[in-house]
């Protein structure tokens, strides 16, 4: 099983809006992703959590807030945020953060700014 | 940092022909190369990988080929289907954790 299971699948929120994306995974893997993908564009990395600590993050705005509760759960907290942050949000999961680890994704949240 | 050039950006073939996509990436210490299929509304699905210690990889009707020395890798696809209509993405993993992501083949099967 290499399910990444994503909720909502679609969230509309104004800017002044503060909203919460959540990711679960059940596979026991202790790297977790976010990724933003915007209409036909390839998915670009946002932050990486290994073994529940923040690892990477790409120079994300401060608007996006990450968290890891639990091995199993990554949240994406979103306060502020712009129109040109619609998009679609995508989680993903690896056995561990070790190169060449098989990431599989979730099928994402489709989040409009309005 | 690494780049991942991806080729063609559109490809439409007829059912039962072989569809192939190339990708070409910069940084000669990635080890790591997968790809992924993504249909409309949906995640990207890892399909097939390959790592820089293999030459080529197969898995029923697609297949990976790695070439270390040109830093060229590629997918093939024989016997498409309709179903076989996606957007395809090449990837290169770039130091622990991080793919980089070519930019993406629409691949359009037509009965």
């Known amino acids: 099983d290499t399910e990444v299971t994503q909720t909502p699948k679609h969230l509309v929120m104004g800017m002044t809006n503060k909203k919460s994306l959540k990711c679960e995974q059940h596979?026991?893997?202790?790297?977790m992703y976010w990724y933003k993908q915007k209409a036909k564009k390839p998915p670009e990395l946002m932050f990486v959590?290994?073994?529940?600590?923040?690892?990477i993050n790409e120079s994300v705005p401060s608007r996006f807030s990450p968290e890891c509760p639990n091995s199993s759960l990554l949240n994406l907290h979103l306060h502020a945020l712009q129109p040109e942050d619609s998009a679609l949000y995508l989680c993903?999961?690896?056995?561990?953060?070790?190169?060449?680890?098989?990431?599989?994704f979730g099928p994402g949240t489709r989040l409009t700014v309005t | 940092g690494e780049n991942v050039e991806q080729h063609p950006s559109t490809l439409s073939v007829q059912e039962g022909d072989s569809a192939v996509i190339k990708c070409t990436y910069s940084?000669?210490?990635?080890?790591?190369f997968p790809w992924y299929k993504q249909e409309l509304g949906k995640g990207p699905q890892l399909i097939i990988d390959?790592?820089?210690?293999?030459g080529e990889k197969k898995d029923q009707r697609i297949a990976v080929t790695l070439n270390k020395t040109a830093k060229h890798f590629s997918l093939h696809i024989t016997e498409t289907q309709p179903e076989d209509s996606a957007v395809y993405f090449c990837?290169?993993?770039?130091?622990?954790?991080?793919?980089?992501f070519g930019t993406g083949t629409r691949l359009l099967v037509s009965p």
């Open positions: 993903a999961s690896s056995q561990d953060p070790g190169q060449g680890r098989e990431q599989y």
């Open positions: 596979m026991g893997h202790r790297a």
């Open positions: 959590y290994s073994y529940e600590k923040l690892s």
């Open positions: 940084d000669s210490a990635s080890n790591y």
């Open positions: 390959i790592r820089s210690n293999v």
């Open positions: 990837a290169a993993s770039m130091g622990f954790q991080k793919l980089v």
